[in-house]
């Protein structure tokens, strides 16, 4: 199994080092254990352009090791316009039900996830500029 801890040690004096000795400390060094999934996080766009010019042509949301994966996206009045729990499926800048073209402007996402190693689900909320 894969361990979701480092050790960093961390050295808060001062430290001497010739070219061919070890570093020689005058303070003892501290240690702590740092979770991962407490700096990884989720890479969230804030802009795209779905115009098939084969860049930023959907809204892709970079996660490794989730368990849990859902994406809601909605317009300024509420109406949800797209949701998924599968982290391969983008969103194109379309009306989920009907596949007709959204308008250019400002859309609002919560997104709710959980990796691995995490004892609760986050979510985040935010928006995003879909452009043409």
Aim: aromatic share 10%.
């Amino acid at each position: 199994p894969k361990e979701s801890a480092s050790r960093i040690i961390t050295n808060e004096s001062n430290t001497e080092s010739n070219n061919n000795e070890e570093s020689i400390s005058h303070e003892p060094s501290t240690s702590k254990f740092i979770n991962k999934t407490d700096f990884l996080k989720p890479n969230i766009p804030n802009v795209f352009t779905p115009n098939n010019d084969g860049y930023n042509d959907e809204f892709v949301i970079t996660i490794e090791d989730e368990i849990l994966y859902d994406l809601k996206i909605v317009d300024i009045k509420g109406n949800i316009i797209f949701e998924s729990k599968d982290k391969n499926i983008h969103w194109k800048g379309e009306f989920q039900k009907n596949g007709n073209m959204c308008d250019p402007g400002i859309y609002i996402y919560a997104f709710r996830y959980q990796l691995k190693g995490m004892n609760e689900p986050k979510t985040i909320q935010g928006e995003i500029l879909l452009k043409l």
